[in-house]
């Protein structure tokens, strides 16, 4: 989902117990190609702080209300990732 000029996603992992694998991978290493349509940059991942997520967990929730439910299935929080463009 978009939040300005940059992306937000949600490594719910369908309200499993682990992190789903691709964020452990942008954990190890946050230098990413995205691809929005026919468009594909370079862009940087990272785990938004504390004081960022609840507004952007909110924003999601509000486009898939199923990511509520997913968190209320699993013991550990569901990171949010925030994707900016590399400069």
């Given amino acids: 989902m978009r939040d300005g000029e940059r992306y937000v ?3 719910s992992n369908a309200g499993a117990d682990r992190h789903p694998a691709w964020y452990l991978n ?3 290493n946050p230098d990413v190609t995205i691809q929005i349509g026919r468009e594909t940059f370079p ?3 990272r ?3 504390p004081e960022e ?3 952007l967990w909110e924003l999601i929730v509000a486009a898939v209300p199923s990511y509520r439910d997913y968190q ?3 013991g550990r929080e569901i990171p949010v990732v925030i994707v900016d463009r590399a400069s």
């Fill in 53 to 55: 997520k609840p507004r």
């Fill in 72 to 74: 209320e299935a699993t």
């Fill in 26 to 28: 942008l954990t190890a």
């Fill in 9 to 11: 996603l949600a490594a």
């Fill in 47 to 49: 785990t938004s702080a």
């Fill in 43 to 45: 862009a940087t991942a």
